[in-house]
């Protein structure tokens, strides 16, 4: 909803050998990113997953297991007469990469913002990969 944000999350990794294929992560993953497969042992849509971690939380057994930890970053989002949401900009993020884009971004804003625009407006005209080829350049 701002012009740049961050969501907390953590990357599932099955662990096979202690899935009894109850198949209660199924049920309970709100975004429909489990299945079964034919083994009975379930799968992970990586397309669909918003890494919530609720599938680790609540596995009786323990299988799925901590993977990749770390912060979504979200650019570009704004309230207001024109309002829009922020858009996915990397995953996985340490806290200290994230310190260091939020610096980053604001460079970016003052380098290609017209006075008094906002980073979303920005980027409208630019395109998110225009920040993607400066933070490249920047770094
Ligand atoms: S909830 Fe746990 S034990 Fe049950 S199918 Fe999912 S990973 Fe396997
Ligand atoms: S982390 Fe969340 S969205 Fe991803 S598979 Fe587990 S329950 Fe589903």
């Not at 609720?54 to 930890?69: H, K, N, S």
């Not at 007469?81 to 995953?91: C, G, S, V």
């Not at 003052?110 to 407006?121: D, M, V």
Request: proline share 4%; net charge negative; aromatic share 6%.
């Amino acid at each position: 909803m701002n012009d740049i944000g961050f969501v907390g999350g953590v990357d599932p990794v099955l662990a096979p050998d202690l899935c009894n294929g109850c198949g209660l992560c199924v049920e309970l993953c709100k975004e429909g990113a489990i299945a079964l497969g034919e083994d009975s042992l379930p799968r992970k849509d990586p397309s669909k997953c918003l890494y919530c971690g609720d599938c680790i939380l609540l596995c009786p057994t323990e299988a799925w297991e901590v993977g990749r930890e770390g912060y979504t970053a979200y650019v570009g989002g704004k309230v207001g007469r024109h309002h829009q949401l922020a858009t996915k900009f990397a995953e996985f993020v340490s806290p200290e990469q994230g310190a260091d884009l939020v610096g980053r971004v604001l460079e970016f804003t003052i380098a290609k913002g017209k006075k008094g625009e906002r980073l979303g407006s920005v980027l409208n005209r630019t395109g998110v990969a225009a920040l993607h080829d400066y933070l490249a350049v920047a770094t």
